[in-house]
C-alpha cells in the first residue's frame, strides 16, 4: 500500500503587524501581561481586502511550487478553517478556482484549531484507499475579523495566517504513520462562536449577549488543552511502539507558550525537540501547525526520515495527533 507523504509546505502571513503594544490602546491591559501569560509578542492581521482565500490561495502556491506539481494534478483541496470568506460555500471551492486546480473536488473541515490535523487524516484516507493521489491539505484563518478587539480575555491570542501541505502517494517507509482523532461536544461554551448560525441566525437580531464574536473562557480551556494535547501525542507514540526521545521535532499548536511547554514537560520533551513560533504569531488556529512545519522545512530543520509529530487542540472540544516520517 502507498504512503501518504508531504512532498511541499508552504505559508503566507499578511504584512500588517499588530504588537502587544498595540493592543495596549485597543483594551485594558499591558504589553507585559500579554508576553508573561502567553509568550505572545505580536500577530499579523489581513488587510481589509484580504479574504481567508486569499491567504489560503498563497500558502498553496508557494507548497505546490516546492512539490513541484502544478495545481491541475491536484485530485483534492480540503481546507480547515473557521473563518471561511462565507457561511456556504466552502472556501476549499473557492481557492480551487483562484489556484487553477480544475481537476481537484474541494472541501472544508471545521475543527477549529486541529482541524489541520483532521484534514491530514482525511488526505491519508483518501491516498491509502487509492481514491487520490496528490492532496492540499490548508489550514487558513482570518480570526481578526471573529475578534472582539476590546475583549481583553481573547484579543490578546489570536492571528492570522495560512500554511498548506501537498501530499502524494508514494512507495517507501516515509509519511503519515496514524492519526488520533478526539472530539468532547461536552465543552461547546468554553470556546466558540455563538453566532450567526442556526441557532442565533442574523435575522433573529441577536441580543447583544449573543453577538457574534468568538467567546473563550481561558483557564478552563488551558487545563483540558494541556491534559489532551498531553494525552493525544501519547497515544500516537504508544501506538508506534515509540517514545519521546525518538521524535526529531514536535510541532504543537501554537495556542500559547505556556501550554506548549507545560505539555511538552509532561510528555517529557527537550527545549530542542519543539517547535514554537506563537510569540511571532499569536494563534492562527487552523494554520498554525501547517505554518509551523513550513517554517521549520524552509529552515532546513527537517530531513528524510526524520519522526515528525503534530499535535492539535481546539475548539469543540476537538484534538488530534499525526505521527510522520518526513
Ligand atoms: N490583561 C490583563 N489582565 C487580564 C487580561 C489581560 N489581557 N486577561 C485577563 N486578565 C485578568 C483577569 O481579569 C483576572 O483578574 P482577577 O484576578 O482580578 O479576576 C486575572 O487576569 C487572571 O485571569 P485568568 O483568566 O485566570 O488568567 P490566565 O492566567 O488563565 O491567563 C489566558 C488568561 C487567556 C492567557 C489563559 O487562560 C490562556 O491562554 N488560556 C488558553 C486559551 C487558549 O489557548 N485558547 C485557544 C485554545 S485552541
Known amino acids: 500500500m502507498k504512503q501518504a507523504r508531504i512532498i511541499g509546505t508552504g505559508s503566507y502571513v499578511p504584512e500588517k503587524i499588530r504588537t502587544n503594544h498595540d ?10 501581561w500579554i508576553v508573561a501569560r502567553t509568550g505572545i509578542h505580536q500577530r499579523r492581521i489581513a488587510a481589509d481586502s484580504q479574504v481567508t482565500s486569499d491567504l489560503a490561495a498563497n500558502a498553496a502556491l508557494a ?24 457561511p456556504w460555500p466552502a472556501t476549499a471551492c473557492i481557492v480551487q478556482n483562484k489556484i487553477g486546480a480544475t481537476n481537484a473536488y474541494a472541501y472544508d473541515v471545521s475543527a477549529a484549531c486541529s482541524g489541520f490535523v483532521y484534514g491530514l487524516a482525511n488526505a491519508y484516507n483518501a491516498i491509502r484507499s487509492g481514491a487520490a493521489s496528490k492532496v492540499l491539505v490548508i489550514g487558513a484563518e ?4 471573529i475578534i472582539d478587539w476590546g475583549d481583553r480575555n481573547t484579543c490578546i491570542l489570536f492571528g492570522d495566517g495560512a500554511g498548506a501541505v501537498v501530499l502524494e502517494a508514494q512507495e517507501g517507509d516515509c509519511g503519515i504513520l496514524s492519526n488520533h482523532l478526539h472530539s468532547d461536544g461536552s465543552y461547546l461554551e468554553l470556546l466558540y462562536q455563538p453566532g450567526y448560525g442556526s441557532c442565533n441566525p442574523l435575522s433573529a437580531k441577536a441580543d447583544p449577549g449573543s453577538l457574534p464574536y468568538l467567546k473563550m473562557q481561558g483557564n478552563e480551556v488551558f487545563k483540558v488543552a494541556v491534559r489532551s494535547l498531553s494525552a493525544v501525542a501519547q497515544e500516537a507514540l504508544d501506538a508506534a511502539g515509540l517514545s519521546t526521545s525518538d521524535v ?12 506548549l511547554e507545560a505539555t511538552a514537560k509532561r510528555l517529557g520533551f527537550t527545549e530542542e525537540q519543539v517547535y514554537i513560533n506563537v510569540d511571532r504569531f499569536g494563534n492562527t488556529s487552523a494554520a498554525s501547525i501547517p505554518i509551523a512545519l513550513d517554517e521549520a522545512n524552509r529552515k532546513g530543520v527537517l530531513k528524510d526520515g526524520d519522526l515528525v509529530l503534530l499535535d492539535a487542540f481546539g475548539g469543540g472540544f476537538t484534538w488530534g495527533a499525526t505521527l510522520l516520517r518526513w
Not at 67 to 73: E, L, P, S, W
Request: proline share 2%; net charge negative; no cysteine.
Open 248 to 259: 526529531d521535532l514536535f510541532v504543537p499548536h501554537q495556542a500559547n507558550r505556556r501550554i
Open 142 to 145: 482570518v480570526l481578526s475579523r
Open 63 to 86: 507548497a505546490l511550487e516546492m512539490a513541484g506539481v502544478a495545481a491541475q494534478d491536484i485530485d483534492q483541496i480540503i481546507v480547515a478553517t473557521i473563518t471561511g470568506d462565507y
Open 23 to 32: 493592543i495596549e490602546q485597543m483594551t485594558d491591559t499591558t504589553a507585559e
